[in-house]
T-cell receptor, first 113, second 114 residues
Framework: GNSVTQMEGPVTLSEEAFLTINCTYT??????LFWYVQYPGEGLQLLLK?????DKGSNKGFEATYRKETTSFHLEKGSVQVSDSAVYFC????????????FGTGTLLAVQP | DTAVSQTPKYLVTQMGNDKSIKCEQN?????MYWYKQDSKKFLKIMFS???????INETVPNRFSPKSPDKAHLNLHINSLELGDSAVYFC?????????????FGSGTRLTVV
């Protein structure tokens, strides 16, 4: 079935460090891919998305590229800030019989000043 | 404000009680969802309704019964609450014909069963 695998956290970085959070997926066909962010005590917010191979999603300095050949959608940011501390979820949507958003297990990012 | 709003934000109750969580969206979406987030932050879909019709019903105990009076509302009623029901429950909504916009989530209801 369709699934998403994320790197386990927590990921602890110093301010201005480079961030990569790995995400790979298993799906038949061509799903849409998403990154959501959950700040402490809040709901999930859509961070970025990509709907087809080689698309790059970007928002707030974060980027992720839909790589069909490696079935990956890694999240990157060149210089993290303390305010980026949150849980990041990779997710895929595949229509048809499943027709639901499937999440990875989430990766906690802690940025220290 | 356009949003998905859930009430209550916190709910503490005793085992065996029955409780409800309400969700409303004013985004004009036609599909609504309930997700459960456990203590390890894992998110799992429970139910989905499209235009008041149930379209996804994961393997959730019968004690959980969703109700959608109209496409802007999706409530969750839980009977005979158990300790294992303690979690954060998120409501979400989307447009059925264009999931590429992603889902919009409410801020969650933290249910604690004691």
């Amino acid at each position: 079935g369709n699934s998403v695998t994320q790197m386990e956290g927590p990921v602890t970085l110093s301010e201005e460090a480079f961030l990569t959070i790995n995400c790979t997926y298993t799906a038949t066909g061509y799903p849409s891919l998403f990154w959501y962010v959950q700040y402490p005590g809040e709901g999930l917010q859509l961070l970025l998305k990509a709907t087809k191979a080689d698309d790059k999603g970007s928002n707030k300095g974060f980027e992720a590229t839909y790589r069909k050949e490696t079935t990956s959608f890694h999240l990157e940011k060149g210089s993290v800030q303390v305010s980026d501390s949150a849980v990041y979820f990779c997710a895929l949507f595949y229509g048809g019989a499943t027709n639901k958003l499937i999440f990875g297990t989430g990766t906690l990012l802690a940025v220290q000043p | 404000d356009t949003a998905v709003s859930q009430t209550p934000k916190y709910l503490v109750t005793q085992m065996g009680n029955d409780k409800s969580i309400k969700c409303e969206q004013n985004l004009g979406h036609d599909t609504m969802y309930w997700y459960k987030q456990d203590s390890k932050k894992f998110l799992k879909i429970m139910f989905s309704y499209n235009n008041k019709e149930l379209i996804i019903n994961e393997t959730v105990p019968n004690r959980f019964s969703p109700k959608s009076p109209d496409k802007a509302h999706l409530n969750l009623h839980i009977n005979s609450l158990e300790l294992g029901d303690s979690a954060v429950y998120f409501c979400a909504s989307s447009l059925f014909t264009n999931h590429n916009y992603g889902y919009t989530f409410g801020s969650g209801t933290r249910l604690t069963v004691v």
